[in-house]
């Protein structure tokens, strides 16, 4: 179930916010993992299972670091608990990508049974790491109920795709949280604001680069034209469902870290990884790089702590080696403006430091929506001509003259243009804030059902 479904708008989200609002105190958190059980069982039942698995091991885990008084016996609970937790990630998202890959390299011819990933054991797995490794850092208590500790891990509101949320953050809102009336409303305009971006833009720019996938031969400015697309659709699709989850935070009454800040603004590649996708840069940030020895070591060993990094970061977001590049691209990247273009930079206007910016993350995207090589290969020669049918041709005109709304509006979306002081002014009228809330929920009903194309790209990381 995801959230931009009927099922989960009408049927899901309203009994379950229901049982929270009415629910004595002591049961709000019991209400809530019933609730949040019931929302993973809906996809993939038998899954529940392992993730009960890995809450209870967790859990004792957790207790067991902080019950040893003898560092080496704490630092064995910590090492046994995180190769358990890869141990499970690794095999079920990586074990057919480690046998196709060895039968390649080898010649062997290794069988292998297709696994369905489970739903969001990516986010999960590092939700219960980030937990270890704080209370063995002394950084939090262990959580010494198993039903809190259940419902850290299988919140549904982020359960799904993020934000990663550190269970620092919310340690003390699990059992002290309140939800006032107002929060209710803000947490609900933030709900239905990700939703229309999910639904009204995000799906119909997915369309549009699917399209222009689909064509055998094109352009130049067509290529770039399904790049930027592809662009704005996974940003307004993630960012779209990081809002929906800060919503429903708000209004179950946990306040979640943002997890997007306008990326596609930012004047380096650096700046960019800042602003996108924030709990995942913080979590590689707070443990592996740091631990790896982050910065504060030798240019060598700097640069490959970068690259071992962004390889795991490529991995995370998929098993496929056009993720190890991409992960790498990005790594390269990050090594290149450390060490040779970070005064380059600052010195470009503020225009052209955008402009490079936002032409590497395009290309990145390319690398990354593409699991053939060759396809790959042909996809990046298209935006610099090499295969391509001309500079320009009808088919972009016409992509060009049947999107241009939707793209100029997308384009707004991306910047917080719409969050300018005339529209918060508009929004923080409650009348009036209510109305437009009210029409983009029934906008976005409607295309839902009347629509037909409502992927979710990052559904199964």
């Known amino acids: 179930m995801v959230f931009s479904s009927l099922n989960f708008l009408f049927v899901f989200l309203p009994v379950v916010l229901l049982a929270h609002a009415v629910a004595p105190k002591r049961w709000k958190n019991p209400v809530l993992l019933v609730g949040s059980l019931w929302f993973y069982a809906w996809g993939e039942p038998v899954y529940v299972v392992l993730m009960a698995l890995s809450i209870g091991y967790n859990y004792f885990t957790g207790l067991q670091i902080a019950g040893r008084k003898r560092s080496y016996r704490r630092k064995r609970a910590l090492v046994a608990g995180v190769a358990v937790n890869l141990a499970v990630l690794g095999f079920f998202k990586y074990y057919g990508f ?29 939700q219960a790491l980030s937990y270890v490794i704080d209370v063995y850092r002394g950084k939090v208590k262990p959580q010494r109920s198993l039903v809190d500790f259940a419902v850290y891990i299988t919140m549904f509101p982020q ?24 929060k209710f409303g803000q947490g609900a305009e933030r709900l239905v604001q990700g939703l229309a971006k999910k639904v009204l833009l995000a799906n119909n720019l997915g369309a549009l680069h699917a399209a222009v996938q689909a064509m055998a031969g094109r352009s130049v400015l067509t290529a770039w034209l399904g790049a930027i697309a592809y662009a704005m659709q996974i940003y307004l699709d993630f960012s779209g469902y990081s809002d929906m989850a800060i919503g429903m935070g708000k209004m179950l009454g946990f306040t979640f870290l943002e997890n997007f800040d306008y990326p596609y603004l930012s004047k380096s590649v650096t700046e960019f990884w800042r602003r996108w996708h924030i709990s995942l840069s913080s979590w590689f940030r707070d443990y592996v790089y740091i631990p790896l020895g982050g910065n504060r070591v030798g240019r060598g060993r700097h640069v490959l702590n970068l690259l071992i990094v962004w390889m795991l970061t490529g991995l995370w977001h998929g098993a496929s080696w056009n993720f190890v590049l991409w992960g790498l691209y990005y790594g390269a990247l990050l090594i290149l403006e450390k060490y040779a273009l970070e005064k380059a930079l600052e010195k470009l206007p503020g225009w052209a430091a955008r402009l490079y910016t936002l032409l590497l993350v395009l290309v990145g995207w390319v690398i990354f929506s593409n699991t053939d090589f060759a396809r790959l290969g042909a996809e990046l020669g298209g935006l610099v001509g090499v295969g391509a049918s001309g500079f320009a041709d009808a088919a972009f005109l016409y992509h060009l003259r049947s999107n241009l709304p939707l793209l100029l509006i997308a384009g ?24 437009i809330t009210l029409l983009l929920f029934l906008a976005s009903t409607a295309y839902l059902v009347y629509g037909s194309y409502n992927p979710f790209l990052y559904f199964r990381f």
């Open 98 to 126: 480690a046998v196709d890959t060895l039968n390649g390299l080898l010649g062997l011819r290794l069988a292998k049974r297709t696994l369905a990933l489970p739903i969001g054991i990516s986010f999960y797995t590092f």
């Open 159 to 182: 359960l799904v795709a993020g934000p990663i949320v550190q269970y620092a953050d919310i340690e003390k809102q699990l059992n002290d949280r309140g939800v006032s009336l107002q």
């Open 412 to 435: 707004i979306a991306c910047t917080p243009a719409l969050r300018t002081r005339l529209v918060k002014g508009m929004f923080d009228r409650p009348v009036l804030s209510a109305g």
